[in-house]
DNA sequence: CTAGAATTCGAACGATGGTTCAAGTTTTGA
DNA sequence: TCAAAACTTGAACCATCGTTCGAATTCTAG
């Protein structure tokens, strides 16, 4: 759908809260009121944006074969690229509060089964050796943290394509687990 | 100053866009008119914020001292601290988007410098052989995401202390660079 | 060709948010 | 003691935002 790309490149460049409708509309091409015929209102918009995104990181978490530094550099670059690659991903686990309670729990919960998926390689990691013994919980955020990150400073125009940026910061973020 | 606590508690409950003049003097015990006898505004509230918070990320990379990765520690440590103990980091790199043009220029500067200054504390571990080679820019930006995204997921009442997670967390990141 | 459905529009509505202001109250200092 | 300064208030103003709606236009199928 042309309308969610719009709408996620709207977010993306003002922010969810300051993301007017008025603004999507325009950016999509069509009068403010016409959105309503597509989505029930914003709040729809942002969970089709947040939905798409989080189905393309799980997808990524089934993909991954291979032993666990391997399987959690694929989930990485992966994430690293749902970021930067398309103007979407960046609304997905970066503004799940904006959504209305209702719409918000869900989502929540994808997001956490997502969160529990990277934070089982890490542990499987550790269990058979391949890892240092470490906090699980704790790194798999730091690493989360640091890919979601991006989205703030990545430029399109600037030195490092998004491919780059996947492969050196999910190499660094690994091999802290050594 | 009080009011500065109480709007960076409704900063981080309610996100600053949607944290409301109204709230944040109730929050803080006066009339909401009255916010504007110590304020020009809410933007004014919002930069007071985060000067504060950037000026004391500054000040742990003076008082940093010995080889680049116990700097680095210490940096980092510092950094979490700031996100954490009192309930004001997290507006800081945080939310520099929501201040107007005129305010944001001057702040996202400090941030660059305090940026360039945690890269370099990285590049100069790598001068002298402490850490391996590596991007420094990049790597800087993974470990000062990781750092920020503790705001996210931190609650007070969870099973680890800011101290702990400080720690664990700056030694991971650290680790990664060896 | 034409009637019905689908789409599109843009003005208008209600709510909310930041801000102002005239008027009161409290504090200060001589 | 008392006047000036500082502080405080709550209602009101204005802009903006999400949303609604009746009408106009375009598309579709028989």
New binding site residues.
């Given amino acids: 759908m042309e309308i969610l790309h719009a709408a996620a490149r709207v977010f993306r460049r003002r922010g969810v809260a ?5 603004e999507i509309a325009e950016e999509a091409g ?9 989505f ?4 729809e918009i942002l969970l089709f944006c947040q939905e798409r995104t989080l189905e393309r990181m799980h997808a990524a978490v089934q993909a991954a074969k291979g032993p666990a530094a391997e399987r959690l550099r694929m989930v990485l670059r992966a994430h690293v690229h749902c970021m930067l690659d398309e103007l979407e991903g960046a609304t997905a686990h970066l503004d799940v509060e904006s959504l209305p309670p209702k719409l918000r729990a869900p989502m929540i919960d994808k997001r956490d089964a997502y969160e529990r998926a990277v934070r089982a390689i890490v542990a499987a990691g550790v269990k058979n050796r391949e890892f240092a013994r470490c906090d699980a919980s704790l790194v798999t955020r730091a690493m989360l943290g640091a890919v979601n990150w991006t989205a703030r400073w990545y430029r399109p125009d600037g030195p490092q394509m998004p491919d780059e940026i996947a492969d050196a910061l999910s190499e660094y973020l690994v091999k802290g687990l050594a």
Same sequence: chains 1, 2.
């Avoid at 300051?18 to 008025?22: D, F, K, P, T």
């Avoid at 029930?40 to 709040?43: A, E, H, L, Q």
């Fill in positions: 300051a993301a007017g409708m008025r069509l009068s403010p009121g016409n959105l309503y015929h597509y029930s209102g914003k709040d």
